[in-house]
């Protein structure tokens, strides 16, 4: 996973590069479930998407959809934000891999405590630091609800490709770089992050 630490996604987040087309040759069969663009809203106002619904599904409920374990850790940065994340290196559904992060619902009292309790600590770039969980904090996040779902195709995504499938944003923000995009859809809780030059 790298260094990366998504402490801003409050929904759902597809990671897409502005290139190539998906899905070429055309659609998919309607009858395809777990498709990126499928996210659905309960009706107490959840998102819901590849079977797992924020808010409610726990992590060990997404392993068991996802059919793969997930690496947890939790990052840390010298300006006292904490998350705990759960990655998944290769997830494919309906003949799509990509890799999925999710991040889990914990207090900052509960995120502090498990960065006290940490096993080891690796220090990554820009001030941020990889905890490694002690034994009963994992399993603790593997009841955990998840609350934000970061989806990283291994395919290129051309903006028109993502207006067809989800439809005009709502928002568009660009980061001060000048390089990231983000097309913003509240009513789904999602953040469409648009890179111009890299996955």
Known sequence: MGDHIFLKVLGVTIIAL???????????????KNLPWQIEVTPDGLSQVFGVTLGKSTLSDVENQ???????????TDAGERVVEAYFNTVT???????????????GEELQGMYDRGERISSLAQGKRKVTLSGNDLAQA????VVALTYLPRIDLAESTVIKRFGEPAEKRMEADGKVEHWLYPDKGLDVVMYAEAR
């Open 18 to 32: 502005a290139a190539a087309l998906w899905l070429p040759g055309g659609q998919p069969p309607e009858e395809y």
């Open 66 to 76: 996802f059919q793969e374990p997930a690496e947890i850790s939790l990052f840390a």
């Open 93 to 107: 559904l309906n003949g799509f891999k990509a890799k999925i992060v999710v991040t889990l619902g914990f207090s």
């Open 142 to 145: 593997k009841q955990t609800p």
